[in-house]
């Protein structure tokens, strides 16, 4: 008899994630990842092909929320620009 494998969502994996997160310092470091992952996803999409007809400002709206979420993982941290070396 098989048995049933759990499959391993990337939403399977958040939702874990989150409710294994018990003190606000976890809770912290949860909300760290997703603004990072957020980013990252915003970064790969503004330099889909298919975006760049859109224009210039379309892509300063959309880099600035990008920035947005890095800085907010950033703040999160802890993290200063200074200790940064691209920043």
Not at 19 to 47: K, N, P, W
Request: glycine share 6%; net charge negative.
């Amino acid at each position: 008899m098989q048995h049933a494998r759990d499959i391993a969502t990337e939403q399977s994996k958040r939702d874990l994630r989150w409710c294994e997160a018990h003190t606000l310092a976890a809770c912290d470091q949860y909300m760290a990842i997703e603004a990072q992952r957020s980013g990252a996803i915003g970064f790969a999409h503004v330099r889909k092909p298919e975006n760049a007809i859109r224009g210039e400002n379309w892509l300063y709206g959309a880099m600035s929320v990008v920035e947005g979420h890095y800085r907010y993982a950033r703040e999160i941290m802890g993290i200063a620009d200074a200790d940064q070396l691209y920043a």
